[in-house]
């Protein structure tokens, strides 16, 4: 009896917590719709997450202090600020849409010639230096964690045609990852380029090279000599019992085409002479 009295008390202790938790809902202000995989952000403690596909993120209010300053941000949209306090346990979050930085019509020059090319590092690599992309895990699964190449191309109009990655293995069940393209100074990433949302996902099973076809995305990039291709974590799913995991790839050093990453939005990026399997192939306007 006096088991079964603390099993019930302990049950209820649990189910009390886990209503405490904060739901927010991320949605078009417009078109009222979900916005997937938008980043969320806890200034006062130098945190940052991402919202899973259905625009919804949980915030733990025994882990972060009420009342808490949430920031709401997208790419294409307005960032929103707001407080969540101690009387409310969930939010709806409408962003409005951001005319300033949607993508550009771009026409290619009718007499141009039209030469396929690639930009990037193209050999999968020796095999004897593997490395292990972030350790995920429960506490940065949502932090939106960003890697990539900064990759020296021309100072050529170019459409993306294909994306490839060559991966060796990951030790999770699958992932699901957002490619942006970023100009580049000082060898860091800095202003995002627009273009239309570039988002797929690998499994338990992926090895070998990975190629995106983004050919039907209109995604152009201007002549910029280096650009900042950025693969950033948006949902990682542990496999059966596991609560954590690795990319497993091939690393080497490199004078051109460096690695660069950062753990979370907070965090200054760090590059280095460092790079992995992945180039671009493009067409380009010359």
Known sequence: MKN???LFVYTLVTQIITAQNINLQISDSETKESIEFATVLLPEYKKSFVSNEKGIFMVDP???????KVIVEQFGFEKKEITLQNNTTAYTIFLDPAIEVLQEIIIPPANAKIVERTYGRTNEGSGKIQGQMNRFDNENKDSGAEFGLIIKTSNHLKKLKKVHWHINGITFKRAIFNLQFYEVENNKPTKRIPHSEINFSI???QKG???LNTENKDIYLDGTKKIAAILKVQKIE?????????IIMNVGAATSNIMTLRSNIYEGWESGPMNFPFYITVDSYE
């Open 4 to 6: 079964t009295l603390l």
């Open 62 to 68: 025994n882990k972060y202090k009420l009342p808490l």
């Open 203 to 205: 499994n338990e099973n």
């Open 209 to 211: 090279w990975l190629v």
């Open 238 to 246: 542990f496999s059966k019992g596991k609560n954590e995991g690795y």
